[in-house]
Every structure is written in structure tokens, then in C-alpha cells.
């Protein structure tokens, strides 16, 4: 029967290659089906006409009906800038206005027709006493009149361009209509009846109608609930078979046996008892490692929960089973700082560590490079160093990524390389066995974009602070309460605290920051004089050794203040600090504010953070500001966050991709996310082929989808 929704766009009667053109160039539109999954972003109801005497001065948007009595075009003002507006004077029985284009004015001014009537419809600005309405959507009445008009009309995407060009809401309106026509309206199922009748969705076919042009609220709601549905329950289909294939697909090295290396460091050498979520994070490991199948697993923990152990614990059970490990990091200093807490573990186990860096010398690296291939070296800790084609393992079974957020995809496949060979009757697709693979994170990253973007990854959490820890307190300042906010800090360096005060630098303002700074130093050392008060002063532009000098007398307690840029976000590990100052904290971001946070609270001593700013902030800065002040929880703080700043920017564009969602919003459709997930798990279990007759509808469409073609070998 049907149309082919793959028919280039270009077909559809009414669109023509010019506005085909345009249709793909900025919406990326080349088909029918491109064109059915462009979504309005909001609906109007269009029902209700205004008089222009009853404009009222608000942003709501109007329908007005009227004549146009004359046009003119008219010289901008010098403050709005150069060239001219066309603006045409709208009349009804009540009053006038007008209407104003800034753009596009040949096209406009041609199509425009004299005294017939009109239906204008947009938002309404007003200035001395006349109401204006700039860039309206407007059609002759008759033509207005000719629609069966559903309650409320759909506003689609748009761009600049395409409304230069003509292609008003108005036109896709008319071409989504045409769409309609040609193809009756009819669109294959792509769910299942099972799913439709349990979640009781409406048809396809009903909701692509009801969402560009609902019959009603109640329609409107059921439409969209079974788009969102549809779109999240594909993501989740797919990365949960991508899961499961790569499961049954690439062999993992198995570690039957715990042995000695855990044993001993578990019974006779654990620092400290561990808690709840560490012992179950390890557990979670242990199984992986035990299974068959190469472990791909992310370990989420927020700043100071304990990952280091669990990660030398998993190292140990590599090295009982006669493997290598490695643990990379993005920076050296985080390296190093791994490297001596690594080598203070395994004091009494007699393992060998070496470290790699981008500042190895060549005579240390021409030794690690021989003991990793004959096999003497058991656990190497470095920087993207141990990436290079130089680094190979006699055998290595466990690689350990540190802040995943630093490293790319390509970094973490390009350790799976660095694997055993396979023999002849283990063949690979690599031609080595992969190792275990354990990537950790204290960037919190919210379960639910987690669970979309790192669908291929296993996850565990640690939930827990270790015990003993107190909360942070966090309290907002406004500028003018320096002084009492001085006279704290006094206090607490007579208890014999330590001070952090951090000062923003942002690229684009640099010279500024730099004077702020600057100026802020010395106000400090105004109410802080020497030789009573020491003050250290690190930020960018100083050279490595003296950056690293003032460092050092702060961490020896030297000094009682360090002032700084964000150099000290990562690295810095100071018990004894009890107090981080932000300045101008509103120019912060949330998970930045959380890390430098994490600077204090470090030690037994009640620890407090105090974010200043002055008294202008804007909304998402009291937003970021009450969120700091109410919790210490950085997964909280990283789903406010995440809808401050949406998920691409939060995950940086290599993840994104996947969430390039059409119609669903990962933090408002969390609950349909979750219940997307839960249907697809639930599919693949019954029928994890999707041969089943039932589940025709899905297979089809999961293919359509394209990827993963050769999916069906692996899984059958
Ligand atoms: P992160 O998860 O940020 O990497 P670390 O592994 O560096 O955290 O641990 C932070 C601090 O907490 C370290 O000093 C570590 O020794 C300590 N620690 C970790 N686990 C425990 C525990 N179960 N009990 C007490 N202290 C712990
Ligand atoms: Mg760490």
C-alpha cells in the first residue's frame, strides 16, 4: 500500500528543489520520515481572536484580525543599528498597529496585499502608546478559513534562514499537512501489540497525527508519552544489545581464583575497614573478572569515597591470577599521587610498581619497557604514556582508567590492544585478548544519563563516604560581609587551620582575573600582615618550580593562606585546611565549585566552604549557589547540573551523540526513561533475538535503524 517514508523530501508536493534544499540544509531533512520526526518544540491555541483595543502589554502571543493600510519602510534608529525596517500599518475596528520586519523585506513587501483582511498572529511589543508586532505569522483570512483548524497548532523549529527564505511555520504547517495526505496518514507499527496494550500507547499512526496536529490536550499528552516511549525504548534495545554482544563476543581472560595477593592484603594488611559499597563495588568486580567475558565496567564515586583501594584490591586479583595490571591517569601529579599511594598498599607484599610519565627519563623507561615484557613487572602507573606502541605487557589482565571523562573511547580501545595474544583456538577479532577493563569517575554522573550514555559500560557506584567524615559546611556571602567573613578566618588559623581562597580565571578575561586577583592578594595581605600571617600565592603564570615551591609550603604548613587561581582543582591534598573561600562564585560552575569544595574537609576538623559574590547574580546563579549550600552530594548537584547546562555539554561532545534526542528529554522523561528501559530489558530476555512473530514490529524497526548489522551471528 504505502508510501515509502525513505523518499527523498524533495517529492512531497509543494516543497520543490529549493525548499528541499533549505529543509535539509538547516534541519536536516531529507525524507518524509525526517520530515514526520520533526516534532513542534510548543503548540498555540489558535481558537481565540484579539481586538487590537484589548492588546494587552505581555509577552503572550496574539491573533489578531485585520487589513494592512499602508507600508513604508523605515531608517533605523542610530542605537538599533544600521539598515532599515518595513513596517506596515494594521487596522481593525478598534484601533491600529503594526506590523515590522527587519528581514527579508523584498519578499515580504511583494507578497503583502492592501486592505484585505488578514489573520496576524505573534507577541505584541509596545512603545508610546502603539502596539507592534515584529515578524508575524499571518495568512489572508480566507486562506485561514479554508483549514479545519485543530484547537491548538503546532510551532515547529526553525532557523533564521529558512524564515528569510519564506519557509514560515506557516509553510511547514501546509507541507506536514501534504505529507498527511500522500501517505493517508498511515504509518507502520513500530511496538509491539504486547507493549501497546500493556502501557496502553496509542497507535502509531494516532500519535504521529496528534503530535503536529492534536485534537486535544488529552491526545496531545498520549501522543508524546508514546514518541518519548518509543524514541528511549530504541536506545535502550540498542545498548543493551550492544551489551550482550559484546558479552557473548569478546572473551575475557578469566581469574578463577583469589589467592594470595588478596588474601594476605585483605587479612593482614587493609589500612582501614571497608565500607558497605567499596566491599560491594569489589564483589561486582570479582564476578566480572570470574566470568568469561571481558569486564567493561565504570566505577562512579565521588571525590574522597575510595576508589583507590577498590582498584588496587582488583589489581591484586590480576596479579594472583599471573597477570599484569596497569592504572592510568590524566594528569602526572594525579600519577604520582597514585603511584605513592599504591606503593604504601602494597608495602608488605613484595609486588613490583613503576611509574611512567611524560617526564620518565629514558634509561627508566628502557627498564620499565624490558621488566613489562618479561613479565617482572607487575603493576605500571602513569600518564597516556602507557599508551604508547613502545608499552607492552607480557600480560596484561587488568587496565584501570582514572577521571574517564579526560580520556576518549579511542584511548580506552587502544588499551584493549595492549592484551595477550591469542592462541589459535581462541580467535579474536583483535587478535589479542583484551584486558579487563575498569574505568573510574568522581565527575557524578547522574544514573539516568548514565545509564543512556555508558550503556555499554557496567556500572557500579560508591555511595558512601567513608566513615568519620564530617559534612562540609557551605554558606553564601555577599561581598560586603568581607569583613566578618576576615574575621573568621582569623579564627580558625588561631585553631591552627589552614585557608584556601580561590579566585576564578576564565580564558576570555584573563588580564581582569589576573587583576583581581592580584588586587585581591594584596587586600589579604592588608588584613593578614607578615610576619604574624604567612601567605602562599600560586596561579598560571608562574613558573613550575615556583608554583611548586608555594605549594609546598602550604602542604608542610608554612603558610596559614593560599591564594589561587583553579590550579589547585586537582592534585592538592591538605588535611589540615579546613576552609575554601571562592571568590566571585557566581562565575563558577556547579561541578567545579563541588571540586574545589573537595579541597577541604579532608581531616577530622569541622571543614567549611564560603562562596562569595556580589550582589547582582543572575537566576542560575542562585540556582548553583542554594544547590551548594543544601548538599554535599555530588550526584544531586550533578542533576542540577545537568539541567542547567544540558547533557552535551556535561558529558563533552564525543558522548553526546547519543543523546541527539529527537523528542524526549532525559531529565523531564526520566521516569519514561526508566520504564524504556525496563521494556527492552524485558523484550530481550523472552526473546533475545527478536525472532518471536509478536515482536515483528521491533525487529523491523531496530533494523531500519541500520546499525549493528551483523549483530544477529553473535547473538543466535
Ligand atoms: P577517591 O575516590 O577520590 O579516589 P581515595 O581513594 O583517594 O578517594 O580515598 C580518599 C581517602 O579516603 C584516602 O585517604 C583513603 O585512604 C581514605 N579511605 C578510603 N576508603 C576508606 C575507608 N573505607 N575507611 C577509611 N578511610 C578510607
Ligand atoms: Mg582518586
Redesign the pocket.
Known amino acids: 500500500m504505502s508510501i515509502n517514508l525513505q523518499t527523498p523530501i524533495d517529492y512531497l508536493k509543494g516543497v520543490g528543489p529549493n525548499r528541499a534544499d533549505l529543509l535539509k540544509k538547516e534541519l536536516g531533512i531529507h525524507t518524509y520520515q525526517d520530515l514526520i520526526n520533526l516534532f513542534p518544540n510548543r503548540y498555540l491555541d489558535r481558537t481565540q481572536y484579539y481586538k487590537i483595543h484589548q492588546l494587552q502589554r505581555n509577552t503572550a502571543e496574539v491573533q489578531v484580525i485585520g487589513e494592512i493600510i499602508s507600508i513604508k519602510e523605515v531608517a533605523q534608529s542610530r542605537s538599533a543599528g544600521r539598515g532599515k525596517r518595513l513596517v506596515a500599518t494594521f487596522k481593525d475596528d478598534t484601533g491600529i498597529m503594526e506590523l515590522v520586519w527587519f528581514r527579508g523585506h523584498k519578499w515580504i513587501r511583494e507578497s503583502l496585499k492592501l486592505h484585505k483582511p488578514y489573520v496576524v498572529f505573534g507577541k505584541v511589543n509596545w512603545f508610546q502608546g502603539v502596539f507592534s508586532m515584529p515578524h508575524p505569522d499571518m495568512e489572508l483570512l480566507e486562506e485561514h478559513q479554508k483549514h479545519i483548524r485543530s484547537a491548538m497548532q503546532p510551532i515547529y523549529p526553525s532557523t533564521e534562514k529558512l524564515t528569510n527564505k519564506g519557509i514560515s511555520n506557516r509553510v511547514i504547517i501546509k507541507i506536514m499537512q501534504q505529507l498527511f495526505l500522500e501517505t493517508q496518514g498511515r504509518f507502520q507499527e513500530t511496538l509491539s501489540d504486547k507493549l501497546i496494550s500493556e502501557l496502553k500507547l496509542l497507535a502509531k499512526s494516532e500519535a504521529v497525527f496528534n503530535i503536529h496536529f492534536p485534537k486535544n490536550q488529552a491526545l496531545l499528552a498520549r501522543a508524546q508519552f508514546r514518541l518519548k516511549f518509543e524514541e528511549l525504548f530504541y536506545i535502550q534495545l540498542q545498548l543493551i544489545l550492544k551489551n550482550l554482544i559484546h558479552k557473548s563476543k569478546i572473551k575475557g581472560l578469566p581469574f578463577t581464583q583469589v589467592g594470595t595477593y588478596f588474601n594476605t592484603f585483605y587479612n593482614e594488611h587493609l589500612?582501614?575497614?571497608?565500607?558497605q559499597a567499596?566491599k560491594r563495588v569489589l564483589k561486582e568486580i570479582r564476578q566480572d573478572l570470574g566470568s568469561n567475558a571481558q569486564m567493561n565496567r565504570l566505577l562512579q564515586?565521588?571525590?574522597?569515597?575510595?576508589?583507590?583501594?577498590v582498584a588496587f584490591m582488583s589489581m591484586l586479583m590480576a596479579l594472583d591470577n599471573g597477570f599484569q595490571a596497569c592504572l592510568m591517569a590524566p594528569t602526572e601529579i594525579l600519577s604520582v599521587q597514585h603511584y605513592n599511594?599504591l606503593l604504601e598498599l602494597s608495602n608488605n607484599l613484595n609486588i613490583s610498581i613503576k611509574l611512567l610519565t611524560g617526564s620518565s627519563n629514558t634509561s627508566e623507561r628502557k627498564g620499565i619497557h624490558k621488566s613489562l615484557e618479561n613479565g617482572e613487572l607487575d603493576i605500571l602507573i602513569g600518564t597516556h604514556a602507557l599508551l604508547e606502541d613502545k608499552v607492552k605487557f607480557k600480560h596484561l589482565g587488568l587496565a584501570i582508567i582514572d577521571e574517564q571523562h579526560r580520556f576518549g573511547v579511542e584511548q580506552r580501545s587502544k588499551l584493549w590492544h595492549k592484551g595477550p595474544a591469542t592462541s589459535s583456538q581462541n580467535k579474536t577479532d583483535l587478535g589479542v585478548i583484551p584486558p579487563h577493563i575498569l574505568v573510574?569517575t568522581?565527575t557524578p554522573i547522574p544514573r539516568t544519563l548514565a545509564m543512556s550514555v555508558y550503556g555499554d559500560l557496567d556500572i557500579s557506584v560508591?555511595d558512601e563516604l567513608?566513615?568519620?567524615r564530617q559534612a562540609i559546611k557551605t554558606v553564601h556571602r555577599y561581598d560586603k560581609n568581607r569583613l566578618k567573613v576576615f574575621r573568621f578566618i582569623r579564627d580558625e588559623i588561631e585553631k591552627g587551620r589552614q585557608i584556601y581562597i580561590v579566585y576564578p580565571l576564565i580564558q576570555e578575561s584573563e588580564k581582569m582575573d589576573y587583576k583581581d586577583l592580584m588586587d585581591g592578594y594584596e587586600s589579604i595581605v592588608r588584613d593578614f600582615p607578615p610576619p604574624k600571617y604567612q601567605i602562599s600565592i600560586v596561579h598560571g603564570k608562574m613558573k613550575p618550580a615556583d608554583k611548586d615551591y608555594e605549594m609546598q609550603r602550604f602542604i608542610k604548613g608554612e603558610t596559614n593562606i593560599m591564594v589561587a587561581t583553579t590550579v589547585i582543582e586537582v592534585g592538592v591534598n591538605v588535611p589540615n585546611a579546613s576552609v575554601m573561600i571562592i571568590e566571585s562564585a557566581e562565575r563558577f560552575g556547579l561541578s567545579q565549585l563541588h571540586q574545589l569544595r573537595g579541597r577541604v574537609g579532608r581531616g577530622a576538623e569541622q571543614s567549611y566552604c564560603i562562596l562569595m559574590t556580589s550582589h547582582k547574580l543572575s537566576n542560575d546563579s542562585k540556582i548553583r549557589l542554594d544547590t551548594m549550600c543544601s548538599t554535599n552530594d555530588g550526584f544531586e548537584i550533578a542533576e542540577v547540573d545537568l539541567k542547567l547546562r544540558g547533557p552535551g555539554d556535561l558529558m563533552g561532545t564525543q558522548q553526546s551523540g547519543v543523546l541527539n534526542l529527537k523528542i524526549a528529554d532525559l531529565i523531564k522523561d526520566k521516569d519514561i526513561l526508566q520504564s524504556a528501559r525496563y521494556y527492552a530489558k524485558n523484550v530481550l530476555q523472552n526473546d533475545p533475538t527478536l525472532k518471536h512473530p509478536e515482536n515483528k514490529a521491533i525487529l523491523n524497526t531496530y533494523q531500519q535503524l541500520g546499525k549493528y548489522k551483523n549483530i544477529w551471528n553473535y547473538i543466535s
Open positions: 589500612p582501614f575497614e571497608l565500607t567499596q564515586g565521588d571525590v574522597g569515597s575510595g576508589k583507590t583501594i599511594g573510574m568522581a560508591i567513608p566513615p568519620g
